[in-house]
């Protein structure tokens, strides 16, 4: 009897031993899920950081905004196989797929499965423009799925699920503003619709011109239905990144040395001077030599150096090619905005500059080429021209505002916009190619520091002109592509073959899908 009582309790506890195994050897430290209001500030704010890094390297120089004074490589084309942003996408794009998963069937969630869409969307659409084919339909499955070396997807294939992912996203981004965590629209969820949509408006232009009837069709679904397909109406509505003492704007803790690394480039000088446009006040500094400290009325006193030069020259340079004039205090520097603490700590602001991600001014552009180019029908190319020059003006006015440099603003302020436009450089005239030549002039000056915009969309048209620099490699070619980092062709070599294999060599010179032109 006791034997059996004995058998009896054993089965038992085995039982309930099995049946809690896996409760008690789960790991509280290492979840397998989480949730999306605790992963969503930490994959804006990375690809934020990111967005802006590479904005300050490749966005500044490669299009002629910035130039080089020090470690000049990246300037003068001397690029190597580059892990950024591919690596940074990938890590963030991982917890994408788990807000995506997670909410994809939940009808509470659908607000968080709407916002992920959008950030896959403009995550690939980075990563993607920078390398061309990327994984994709099999990225990000190693862990449930154990593929650790995902098939390289088409771009062409890439950018028709980021559309529908999109236009997806448009739909179930509905109802009251329900979500948490969001550094981006802190929950407003009509304007992640408007960023949908205008995302969706930049990625159809961008393939307008390697696939015009898709382009043509969706912008004219969004432009002909505006309360179906919601768009940035104002600056209020623009994406960007609001940071604040505790994040501060990414270039705020640089050290001085890698700041003054990056100076006005020349080309950026001259095309704002030749426009007497006062976002120079903005872009750049007055040289030290001026003794004019972060602003001068005088333009004089703002000098860019060109770009494409190596080490040497660099330093070396003279604006006025007096060898005793030559060096960083003849050069200015870039705008007090984006000024780091150590170079200006009375003045630099952690908070005043905002990251860009997308803005309404770049929307306006968008839709001023379009009506150009008569993609669209529904409103008027020069009044969305005008709307993106005023636009951009009144950012940066606000937002020297707020960084409490005065007289700045009040430069800007009073800026008579009206005569800007209404001068013959600016104003909307002239044949169809001089009016889209003017919006892609605009568009560029509107882009600084916008990630690699300027660099896509002069690779889209070729416009504005970008001349290299005298010591410039790679046959005097601007480069057009990152090469695919190192780490890719080590450990998913076969994938890694049959994308080269697709697109062409695996250089800084080889087109992508997009880039027709």
Known sequence: MKKTLVILLSLVLAVSCTEDFETININPNFPASAQPELLLPGIQREMAYNWGGQGWEEGFTVVQYGARLQFTSGDTYNWSPSGDP?????ASLRDVENIIRDTKDNPEAQNYYGVALVMKSWIYSYVTDAYGDV???????????????????????????MLLDLETANTVLTGASNISGDIFYSGDIAKWRKFANSLRLRLLMRISDVDNATAVAGMAQITGNPSAYPIFESNEDMTVVRWNSDN??????????????????????TRLKELNDNRLYVYAQPTSNSGKGIFSEDFDDYVGMPNGLD?????GYSPSGNPDE??????????????????????ASATASQTIIMSYSELQFILAEAAERGFISSGDSATFYENGIRASFEYYTERVAAGGWADIANAMQSTDLDSYVAQTTVAYAGSSDEKLAKIALQKWISLFYTGFEGWSDWRRTGMPEVIPGPDAVNDGQVPVRF??????????????????????????????WWDVD
């Open 86 to 90: 591919y690596d940074n996408a990938y």
């Open 135 to 161: 994984p994709y339909s099999e990225a990000t499955k190693g862990i449930e799925e154990g593929n650790a070396t995902p098939a390289f997807d088409a771009q062409s294939a890439i950018y028709d699920g």
């Open 248 to 269: 501060p704007q990414p270039k705020y803790n640089t050290r001085s040395g890698s700041f003054d690394e990056v100076r006005l480039s020349q080309t950026l000088e």
């Open 311 to 315: 080490d040497e020259a660099a330093l």
């Open 326 to 347: 030559s060096g960083s205090n003849f050069i200015s520097r870039l705008g007090i905005l984006l000024g780091c603490r150590a170079c200006n700590p009375e003045q």
């Open 483 to 512: 090469q695919y980092p190192n780490s890719v062709k080590s450990t998913n070599s076969e994938n890694y073959n049959a994308a080269v294999q697709n697109m062409g060599a695996d250089n800084i010179n080889t087109k992508l």
